[in-house]
């Protein structure tokens, strides 16, 4: 029986996007599978005072989230995967930031109508993002960012952290180890974190 790990993303996040592909790589090796869900760092911050650039960012990151939400709806969480992965790609490893195309070309390459790229402004859609975002914060507190990852705990509760944050993607069976260590953890009662500081940027090749 495969175990479910969930994971929360925003398509803007470099280090959301290096965690990604670390558990699709977990996938392939391990009995694992994955339910997408969307959270947004534009909500994570909006309380937050920030730099002029940052808010910048914040602005632009409403529009993808939207765009998963109005896709999920439409389509049901398996469309996010795919979604994430043509978002993630450009943004990430192509360092693009033309937003209106990442996003037309991205509902594009997911074979959804082009006009789902309209829901980038559409406010309709905050509702069930926060209510997205809300389920993950809800799970691991809310001095955290993104990703967000739930996984099966003591008898079988979730158990969410914020992270991993690793640079670069762990592939094969470092991925695993990375993934035993995350159950481990997980089935530890009372344990909440292990941190040091970065000294590294998010490396994408």
């Known amino acids: 029986m495969s175990i479910k790990a969930d994971f929360w993303f925003d398509p803007m996040c470099p280090w959301a996007w290096l ?4 558990i699709v790589e977990v996938e392939r090796i391990r009995d694992v599978e994955v339910q997408w869900h969307v959270m947004s760092l534009a909500v994570l911050n909006e309380n937050s005072e920030v730099s002029p650039q940052y808010a910048a960012a914040m602005a632009a990151a409403w529009g993808p989230v ?25 943004l990430h490893p192509e360092h693009r930031t033309d937003y209106s195309k990442i996003i037309s070309e991205s509902v594009a390459e997911v074979g ?64 695993g180890r990375l993934w035993d260590g995350t159950l481990l953890v997980a089935g530890t009662p009372g344990f909440f974190e292990l941190k040091r500081s970065r000294d590294a940027e998010p490396q994408f090749d």
Do not use: M
């Open 112 to 175: 959804l109508p082009a006009s789902f790229a309209n829901a980038a402004t559409d406010t309709s859609f905050d509702e069930a993002l926060r209510a997205s975002h809300l389920a993950g914060i809800t799970l691991v507190g809310e001095d955290v960012g993104t990703p967000i990852i739930a996984v099966p705990g003591p008898s079988d509760a979730p158990v969410a952290f914020f992270g991993p944050v690793v640079t670069p993607v762990p592939l094969g069976e470092d991925a």
């Open 66 to 90: 939207r765009v998963c939400i109005a896709a999920e709806q439409a389509k049901g969480s398996e469309i996010l995967g795919p979604l994430y992965t043509a978002f993630g790609t450009r």
């Open 19 to 22: 965690a990604s592909r670390w």
